[in-house]
């Protein structure tokens, strides 16, 4: 079946350094793409999201790219910021069928 | 410019107490999820909509029930509660993958409803 893995959090980063989050999926299919992003006490919002091999999605400073010959759609930032401070979830859906598939999260925590 | 709205947002049960989830869209979305999301486990489907008129089970369903009441709303029962069923509840809501391309495939989500089952 379909699956996402992402990297164990926390992630401790001090302002203005680079992020990276890990993410690789397993799929039948064509998959799209997702990071969304959790700020504290609050639901899920879309951040980026690339529906084909070689998209690049992007938001808010964010990039992640499509990449299938590694099954890889990695989260990165330039510079972060304590306001970037939230849990990240990578996930997935593939045509034909309407489930969204979610990894576990990653808490990301920037400090001034 | 609501979008997918949950109540209640907060509730205590005592063990074996019933009750429901309720959630709306406003975005004439064909798809609704409940979703629960606990530490280390990240969000896990409990039961989906596809469309009006149809529900499926997701991977953990056991202890609940889902109506699709009309397009708009998706309600998820909880008819005997216990202590595992301690959680945060998210409904969510798409367009399809169909969709995506229009910006309204991907998952809408509600605030989130924190229940504890004492």
């Known amino acids: 079946g379909n699956s996402v893995t992402q990297m164990e959090g926390p992630v401790t980063l001090s302002e203005e350094a680079f992020l990276t989050i890990n993410c690789t999926y397993t799929?039948?299919?064509?998959?799209?793409l997702f990071w969304y992003v959790q700020y504290p006490g609050e639901g899920l919002q879309l951040l980026l999201k690339?529906?084909?091999?070689?998209d690049k999605g992007s938001n808010k400073g964010f990039e992640a790219t499509y990449r299938k010959e590694t099954t890889s759609f990695h989260l990165e930032k330039g510079s972060v910021q304590v306001s970037d401070s939230a849990v990240y979830f990578c996930?997935?859906?593939?045509?034909?069928?309407?489930?969204?598939?979610f990894g576990t999260g990653t808490r990301l925590k920037v400090l001034a | 410019n609501a979008g997918v709205t949950q109540t209640p947002k907060f509730q205590v049960l005592k063990t074996g107490q019933s009750m429901t989830l309720q959630c709306a869209q406003d975005?004439?979305?064909?798809?609704m999820y409940w979703y629960r999301q606990d530490p280390g486990m990240g969000l896990r489907l409990i039961y989906y909509?596809?469309?009006?008129?149809?529900?499926d089970k997701g991977e953990v369903p056991n202890g609940y029930n889902v109506s699709r009441l009309n397009k708009r709303e998706f309600s998820l029962r909880l008819e005997s509660a216990a202590p595992s069923q301690t959680s945060v509840y998210f409904c969510?809501?798409?367009?399809?993958?169909?969709?995506?391309?229009?910006?309204?495939?991907?998952?809408?989500f509600g605030e989130g409803s924190r229940l504890t089952v004492l």
């Open positions: 996930a997935l859906t593939t045509s034909g069928t309407y489930k969204y598939i």
């Open positions: 909509s596809a469309s009006e008129g149809t529900t």
């Open positions: 975005m004439n979305h064909n798809s």
């Open positions: 969510a809501s798409s367009g399809g993958w169909t969709s995506l391309a229009t910006n309204t495939g991907e998952l809408f």
């Open positions: 799929a039948t299919g064509y998959p799209s």
């Open positions: 690339a529906t084909k091999a070689d």
